[in-house]
């Protein structure tokens, strides 16, 4: 018959496999996204907890952006970074968006002076007139009132031997004396204890910090400075402990701030 010397017709079907099917390779680049996030995340955590508090500050800083608020910085990106060659103590130092005399109570000029004692202390412009095992008890900030310079307890390192000055402490007084003394700013002196261990029937943490707040009152003349710059004496007892334990000895400190205007 003509039907059956004919070839069989075959119609072969390609199949096409999509990327995401169970081959697909779509699935691994997003893992790889995972473990490279996952890996910045744990450097992270570990650069954090090797290194410093002011190594911290440092890097903060550099990846900060800069805004000039002084007519010594230029803004230039050059080897001056913007910044005038005269010295950072008579200087509106660069920072990020700045403290400036609209935002607070003091002057400019007097902004520049608490930054110029900060840069002492904590050796920001070169060598600090503090050392490093002095540092460690050493924090310095700006606040509403004026520029506070810290000093705390570390383990095994109190500031107070039955709240009278340790030598630790008179070592830090005599430290900082340069700048303190040669200021005109009237003076606040605030004492902080630790919480006790075990509940007083007369608690001793007013009492404690207030004999504190009154020895290092009593100690200043010793290191220059004049009695009647002394504004303010306050003992805040364990109301406002600066670490979460409130028995931990960071919370014994004192603090002697700069008041602002001479207030």
Not at 10 to 25: L, P, Y
Not at 79 to 107: E, K, N, P, Y
């Amino acid at each position: 018959m003509p039907g059956e010397n004919a070839r069989p017709i075959i119609i072969k079907k390609i199949k096409k496999v999509s990327g995401g099917g169970h081959h697909g390779g779509a699935w691994k680049v997003a893992y790889a996204d995972f473990v490279t996030a996952m890996m910045a995340f744990f450097m992270l955590m570990w650069l954090l907890n090797a290194t410093t508090e002011k190594q911290r500050k440092g890097l903060a800083d550099y990846f900060s952006p800069t805004v000039a608020i002084s007519r010594a910085s230029g803004g230039g990106d050059g080897a001056m970074g913007g910044t005038s060659m005269m010295a950072d103590a008579a200087l509106v130092q660069v920072g990020r968006g700045g403290i400036t005399s609209s935002a607070t109570h003091g002057t400019t000029l007097e902004e520049a002076e608490f930054r110029a004692v900060e840069a002492a202390l904590l050796g920001k412009g070169g060598d600090s007139l503090l050392d490093e095992e002095q540092l460690r008890h050493v924090t310095v900030r700006l606040s509403d009132e004026g520029l506070v310079i810290e000093f705390f307890d570390l383990p095994d390192r109190p500031l107070f031997e039955d709240n009278r000055p340790s030598p630790l402490l008179r070592g830090l007084l005599a430290s900082v004396a340069p700048e303190v003394a040669n200021r005109r700013n009237a003076l606040a002196i605030d004492a902080h204890t630790a919480a006790e261990p075990v509940v007083t029937r007369e608690p001793r943490a007013w009492s404690r910090s207030a004999a504190r707040a009154d020895a290092m009152r009593l100690i200043l003349p010793e290191i220059g400075v004049a009695d009647r710059r002394i504004a303010r004496l306050t003992g805040h007892a364990d109301r406002r402990p600066a670490a979460a334990n409130p028995l931990s000895p960071r919370n014994n400190r004192v603090e002697l701030t700069l008041l602002r205007g001479g207030r």
